[in-house]
């Protein structure tokens, strides 16, 4: 019975040791690190980019989920998006993020606080991200 008691606390102590952990193991696969820096503004682990964005005229315009069947008369420019990167904010003309190349954008001369995306079916509303 001794023997029994005995090798039950031995394997209980071998257990314990090696569930333990000092917090410098580098290796730690359940490690988190969400980097907050203005290098990466994501504030995500993923890293990606968390909102669909896009750069028109110098400014950066982020979708605000508003939908329309129709766009106002003035937003006539027509823009074409060039490239995507979904891990970085867009920081050239006709750039953006969880978006697609090819995707229409429509601006206006007269106001500039929005633009309006079409997906062939109906228009999204991105605002001007400060």
Do not use: W
């Not at 039950?8 to 257990?15: D, G, P, R």
């Not at 964005?53 to 989920?65: A, E, R, S």
């Not at 920081?91 to 633009?115: M, P, R, T, W």
């Amino acid at each position: 019975m001794k023997k029994y008691i005995l090798l039950s606390l031995a394997i209980i102590t071998v257990f314990s040791l090696t569930a333990c952990n000092n917090g410098n193991d580098s290796n730690n696969i359940n490690t988190v690190e969400v980097v907050t820096s203005e290098e990466d503004m994501t504030g995500y682990p993923t890293g990606n980019v968390q909102v669909r964005c896009v750069m028109i005229n110098d400014k950066l315009y982020g979708d605000v989920n508003d939908h329309f069947d129709e766009i106002p008369d003035h937003f006539t420019n027509r823009h074409t998006i060039e490239a995507v990167d979904d891990y970085s904010f867009p920081e050239q003309n006709l750039h953006g993020a969880n978006i697609n190349v090819g995707d229409v954008f429509y601006s206006s001369d007269k106001i500039d606080l929005c633009v309006y995306y079409f997906d062939g079916e109906k228009y999204t509303q991105f605002k001007e991200m400060k």
